[in-house]
């Protein structure tokens, strides 16, 4: 367990708490179907609290129809009308508490009259942010309140289907008498709708309900239980914000980073692609998973005879492409990911279906082959940000990984066993090229260069630890836990640059570290991010980067985290339909990790891990009913595979 002191937010069951002594101020990402918040909230020093939402319409395109077209409306408490109590002004709050957990909770004092608590949150399904606000009448004496009537509507300038309408109202106006204890409860209601649809009208208190009920369903499966409570709730939370960003477009379901820039109706072949779609398969979200089908099945669309390379992004629900950065490694990207999902789903269909897009992203970047045997691209998904030469390091390891699925994924189907074993051939010759050209002395550490050329050392020398190539791994370790880039709770992007970091590549890495057996160097490291993450500064999830972007929650980082677990620390690789490699590294102070109702593979399962002896682990696959259906003694850090686990 971690005891760190410089924690700031405080766990209490499933949720974190703060009290704030003065000025305090964050951000926090959240989401619906059909809309998306960023809670920009501060307390003054006079424990004030207030609060802007960035709120915005994913489906309500402005012109030009670009990657950020999204109407974005801005909306505060300071000009709507007061509530009154016995006839005059409800005194101000004094903030008691700051709660987070499936969306924010803020309690507040206002004298010796009332107490209230405010929930702020997007709806499941419709296109609003709500306000509830329930007070508490803690005077001694019955008191009369007034929740003054307030409608305001507010035209935009015409967008791709016409002029919007940005509605705000108070819902639950009246005059009330509450007792010494009661409580009475209203709502602040913001929607937006196209001009010429029909109003929505809100109940405050079902929205809440439901999005409680969204939160408790992705919480209760995939469960992380390790010794460490705050690893196993930043696990929850960093699922459930994945799972939110999924936005009900006219193109299908699109899951979508979000952040300042506004990243939404729109799929990218590395947020979505590579960190998220492969991570939902194991939590058994059918949204998450028909999303991730979506993104390929509008990456496919993009398939060509002359190969040329399918865009990085596809915009605007679909209708457009957006890609300013040229081949950024996007076809390893895809076909990596696309391979990883379907083996993982266990669905036969959907690897079939599939199959073409990857075997053609595969056959893309063979082109790109280089004298070197390593992969040719423009950029990296940085986009130019930092160099990366014309043949990098992520885009290598991913091809890499992705051929060796691929040949697996042939395996399971029956099909084409030719061009599996030319798959493994390239994968092997596609490893002995990653170590000779990307293998380098570089400052000082016997790791990986991040391209030709390159002289410093970068975050994303982690990317060979993260599919299994270990030579080298002790240098690369130590790189990145230097001071040379380690920063205290995260990796910088480069040595030469110590303000800029993305979080991605602290969250590969960590992944990297365990799979490769260095979990008792990882594990620290992970407590003091996972500290400063989910109760420090900035909280509760992982962010894109910084200075850009002011360190926004993409929801593609959460599942990142995730993956630190089940591809990290339990090692779990698809190896078909119905079989997957575990390699379980746990630290040498734990007993026992669990995964709980994992959904991969085509079962429900729990994974349960626990010491037996000095060099063994105990490991069980128990079914939902309890009944165990596979166990077996294994090695720490050893490979072992289970074949055809739904046929146990």
């Not at 002395?441 to 060979?464: D, H, K």
């Given at each position: 367990?971690?005891?760190?002191?410089?924690?700031?937010?405080?766990?209490?069951?499933?949720a974190?708490?703060?009290?704030?002594?003065?000025?305090?101020?964050?951000?926090?990402?959240?989401?619906?179907?059909?809309?998306?918040?960023?809670?920009?909230w501060?307390?003054?020093?006079?424990?004030?609290?207030?609060?802007?939402?960035?709120?915005?319409?994913?489906?309500?395109?402005?012109?030009?129809?670009?990657?950020?077209?999204s109407?974005?409306?801005?909306?505060?408490?300071?000009?709507?009308?007061?509530?009154?109590?016995?006839?005059?002004p409800v005194?101000?709050?004094?903030?008691?508490?700051?709660?987070?957990?499936?969306?924010?909770?803020?309690?507040?004092?206002?004298?010796?009259?009332?107490?209230?608590?405010?929930?702020?949150?997007?709806?499941?399904?419709?296109?609003?942010?709500?306000?509830?606000?329930?007070?508490?009448?803690?005077?001694?004496?019955?008191?009369?309140?007034?929740?003054?009537?307030?409608?305001?509507?507010?035209?935009?300038?015409?967008?791709?289907s016409?002029?919007?309408?940005?509605?705000?109202?108070?819902?639950?106006?009246?005059?009330?008498?509450?007792?010494?204890?009661?409580?009475?409860?209203?709502?602040?209601?913001?929607?937006?709708?196209?001009?010429?649809?029909?109003?929505?009208?809100?109940?405050?208190?079902?929205?809440?309900?439901?999005?409680?009920?969204?939160?408790?369903?992705?919480?209760s499966?995939?469960?992380l239980?390790?010794?460490?409570?705050?690893?196993?709730?930043?696990?929850d939370?960093?699922?459930?914000?994945?799972?939110?960003?999924?936005?009900?477009?006219?193109?299908?379901?699109?899951?979508?980073?979000?952040?300042?820039?506004?990243?939404?109706?729109?799929?990218?072949?590395?947020?979505?692609?590579?960190?998220?779609?492969?991570?939902?398969?194991?939590?058994?979200?059918?949204?998450?998973?028909?999303?991730?089908?979506?993104?390929?099945?509008?990456?496919?669309?993009?398939?060509?005879?002359?190969?040329?390379?399918?865009?990085?992004?596809?915009?605007?629900?679909?209708?457009?492409?957006?890609?300013?950065a040229?081949?950024?490694?996007?076809?390893?990207?895809?076909?990596?990911?696309?391979?990883?999902?379907?083996?993982?789903?266990?669905?036969?269909?959907?690897?079939e279906?599939?199959?073409?897009?990857?075997?053609?992203?595969l056959?893309?970047?063979?082109?790109?082959?280089?004298?070197?045997?390593?992969?040719?691209?423009?950029?990296?998904?940085?986009?130019?940000?930092?160099?990366?030469?014309?043949?990098?390091?992520?885009?290598?390891?991913l091809?890499?990984?992705?051929?060796?699925?691929?040949?697996?994924?042939?395996?399971?189907?029956?099909?084409?066993?030719?061009?599996?074993?030319k798959?493994?051939?390239?994968?092997?010759?596609?490893?002995?090229?990653i170590?000779?050209?990307?293998?380098?002395?570089?400052?000082?550490?016997?790791t990986?260069?991040?391209?030709?050329?390159?002289?410093?050392?970068?975050?994303?020398?982690?990317?060979?630890?993260?599919?299994?190539?270990?030579?080298?791994?002790?240098?690369?370790?130590?790189?990145?836990?230097?001071?040379?880039?380690?920063?205290?709770?995260?990796?910088?992007?480069?040595?030469?640059?110590?303000?800029?970091y993305?979080?991605?590549s602290?969250?590969?890495?960590?992944?990297?570290?365990?799979?490769?057996?260095f979990?008792?160097?990882?594990?620290?490291k992970l407590?003091?991010?996972?500290?400063?993450?989910?109760?420090?500064?900035?909280?509760?999830?992982?962010?894109?980067?910084?200075?850009?972007?002011?360190?926004?929650?993409?929801?593609?980082?959460?599942?990142?985290?995730?993956?630190?677990?089940?591809?990290?620390?339990?090692?779990?690789?698809?190896?078909?339909?119905?079989?997957?490699h575990?390699?379980?590294?746990?630290?040498?102070?734990?007993?026992?990790?669990?995964?709980?109702?994992?959904?991969?593979?085509?079962?429900?399962?729990d994974?349960?891990?626990?010491?037996?002896?000095?060099d063994?682990?105990?490991?069980?696959?128990?079914?939902?009913?309890?009944?165990?259906?596979?166990?077996?003694?294994?090695?720490?850090g050893?490979?072992h595979?289970?074949?055809?686990?739904?046929?146990?």
């Amino acid at each position: 367990m971690n005891n760190n002191q410089n924690t700031i937010w405080k766990i209490e069951k499933s949720a974190i708490t703060l009290t704030p002594g003065g000025k305090w101020q964050d951000h926090f990402a959240m989401s619906g179907r059909k809309v998306d918040l960023i809670l920009e909230w501060r307390v003054d020093e006079s424990l004030n609290f207030h609060a802007n939402r960035r709120i915005r319409f994913p489906m309500l395109r402005t012109i030009p129809d670009n990657t950020h077209a999204s109407l974005s409306i801005d909306a505060s408490d300071t000009d709507l009308p007061s509530v009154s109590v016995n006839g005059q002004p409800v005194p101000e709050g004094k903030v008691a508490k700051i709660t987070l957990k499936e969306c924010l909770y803020i309690t507040q004092r206002h004298g010796d009259l009332l107490i209230s608590e405010t929930a702020v949150f997007p709806t499941v399904s419709n296109q609003a942010v709500i306000d509830l606000i329930t007070i508490t009448n803690i005077s001694g004496g019955n008191l009369k309140v007034n929740i003054p009537q307030f409608s305001r509507q507010t035209e935009t300038a015409p967008g791709v289907s016409g002029k919007y309408l940005f509605e705000e109202a108070i819902i639950g106006a009246g005059d009330y008498l509450i007792t010494p204890g009661e409580t009475l409860c209203y709502g602040i209601l913001r929607s937006a709708r196209i001009l010429e649809e029909s109003p929505y009208y809100a109940e405050p208190w079902a929205e809440l309900a439901a999005r409680r009920e969204f939160y408790n369903a992705i919480k209760s499966e995939l469960v992380l239980d390790t010794p460490d409570p705050e690893l196993n709730l930043m696990f929850d939370f960093c699922k459930f914000h994945t799972t939110e960003s999924i936005f009900s477009t006219r193109g299908g379901l699109m899951h979508g980073p979000g952040g300042y820039s506004k990243y939404l109706a729109a799929i990218w072949a590395n947020d979505q692609a590579e960190y998220a779609n492969p991570f939902f398969p194991f939590l058994g979200n059918a949204i998450g998973n028909e999303a991730a089908m979506n993104s390929f099945r509008l990456f496919a669309r993009y398939m060509n005879d002359d190969f040329k390379p399918i865009p990085s992004s596809i915009i605007s629900e679909g209708r457009g492409f957006w890609n300013g950065a040229g081949d950024r490694g996007d076809m390893a990207m895809i076909a990596h990911g696309a391979s990883r999902f379907v083996l993982a789903s266990g669905n036969r269909s959907w690897a079939e279906e599939l199959l073409p897009l990857i075997e053609w992203s595969l056959e893309y970047c063979r082109r790109q082959k280089t004298p070197d045997g390593v992969i040719r691209s423009d950029k990296d998904e940085l986009e130019g940000r930092f160099p990366a030469g014309d043949a990098n390091l992520c885009t290598a390891t991913l091809y890499y990984d992705a051929l060796i699925r691929t040949s697996e994924l042939l395996d399971s189907l029956g099909i084409k066993p030719d061009q599996a074993e030319k798959y493994r051939k390239e994968a092997e010759e596609m490893h002995t090229a990653i170590i000779r050209h990307f293998s380098a002395e570089v400052e000082g550490f016997q790791t990986f260069r991040y391209y030709a050329g390159n002289t410093v050392l970068r975050s994303w020398i982690c990317m060979p630890l993260v599919f299994g190539i270990k030579e080298n791994a002790e240098g690369t370790i130590a790189a990145m836990f230097s001071d040379k880039l380690w920063l205290g709770d995260g990796l910088l992007s480069a040595s030469s640059n110590r303000d800029t970091y993305w979080d991605r590549s602290t969250l590969y890495a960590f992944r990297g570290i365990f799979f490769c057996g260095f979990a008792d160097q990882a594990l620290p490291k992970l407590l003091s991010y996972t500290d400063s993450r989910l109760l420090g500064m900035h909280v509760p999830y992982p962010v894109e980067a910084y200075p850009e972007f002011n360190q926004s929650h993409l929801a593609a980082e959460s599942a990142l985290y995730c993956r630190i677990f089940t591809e990290g620390l339990f090692g779990i690789e698809p190896a078909g339909l119905n079989s997957f490699h575990i390699t379980v590294n746990l630290p040498s102070d734990w007993d026992y990790a669990n995964l709980r109702r994992i959904h991969a593979f085509g079962r429900v399962f729990d994974l349960e891990v626990t010491r037996s002896g000095k060099d063994r682990l105990k490991m069980i696959l128990r079914a939902p009913d309890g009944k165990i259906f596979y166990s077996a003694e294994i090695i720490p850090g050893q490979k072992h595979t289970v074949n055809n686990i739904t046929e146990m």
